[in-house]
């Protein structure tokens, strides 16, 4: 069964920094793309960036929003997923979710997702 | 960007209605079309790629249909567990983008 399960999210001020991680199972995740999806409270869905696998030499994509800021990475010996969010700023609050990219180009696995919540 | 707008933003229906969602690319966009389903306080679910294509485990009263820029969700027979918000999304370049939403309510 596959399983993607996000940690690391909590109350940080504007302007730190915050570490997100997913752990991934039940697949090859060496094998896989993996992003970074987030949504604010109530509000609609926000692809955050990209990771591709070694073969793709891990390059990475992010959005305009976060660009410069947070940095995707991954350890395919700990099955792992990071986000590193830095420069945090209030509009960053949100529900992180780490989702697996198949050959089909479209998401089909979701974590269940981790808060940040970016105040003073 | 390519910019996907849905319509309705919500919509009010019954069990067993037949309902149809639609989608619309800023840019054309070929088939490279997802739907994803979400339930209040839930991760999304992943229901169809490649604008068409059902997601293992997915019932097959969801279908999808476009290409191009048009694109539409159908449920041909609501079932009470279907009442949800349903997002479209454009995987052709990035950035990915999503529409903002549909909300499905219980009429």
């Known amino acids: 069964e596959v399983q993607l399960v996000e940690s690391g999210g909590g109350l940080v001020q504007p302007g730190g920094s915050l570490r997100l991680s997913c752990a991934a199972s039940?697949?090859?995740?060496?094998?896989?793309?993996m992003d970074w999806v987030r949504q604010a409270p109530g509000k609609g869905l926000e692809w955050v960036g990209r990771t591709r696998k070694k073969a793709n030499d891990y390059t990475t994509e992010y959005a305009a929003s976060v660009k410069g800021r947070f940095t995707i990475s991954r350890d395919d010996s700990k099955n792992s997923l990071y986000l590193q969010m830095n420069s945090l700023k209030t509009e960053d609050t949100a529900v992180y979710y780490c989702?697996?990219?198949?050959?089909?180009?479209?998401?089909?696995?979701w974590g269940q997702g981790t808060l940040v919540t970016v105040s003073s | 960007d390519i910019q996907m707008t849905q319509s309705p933003s919500s919509l009010s229906a019954s069990v067993g209605d037949r309902v149809t969602i639609t989608c619309r690319a800023s840019q054309g966009i070929s088939k490279s079309l997802a739907w994803y389903q979400q339930k209040p306080e839930k991760a999304p679910k992943s229901l169809i790629y490649?604008?068409?294509n059902l997601q293992s485990g997915v019932p097959s009263r969801f279908s999808g249909s476009g290409s191009g820029t048009d694109f539409t969700l159908t449920i041909s027979s609501l079932q009470p567990e279907d009442f949800a918000t349903y997002y479209c999304?454009?995987?052709?370049?990035?950035?990915?983008?999503f529409g903002q939403g549909t909300r499905l309510e219980i009429k």
């Open positions: 039940g697949f090859t995740f060496s094998d896989h793309y």
């Open positions: 490649a604008a068409s």
């Open positions: 999304q454009q995987y052709n370049s990035y950035p990915i983008t």
């Open positions: 989702v697996r990219v198949p050959a089909t180009w479209a998401f089909d696995y």
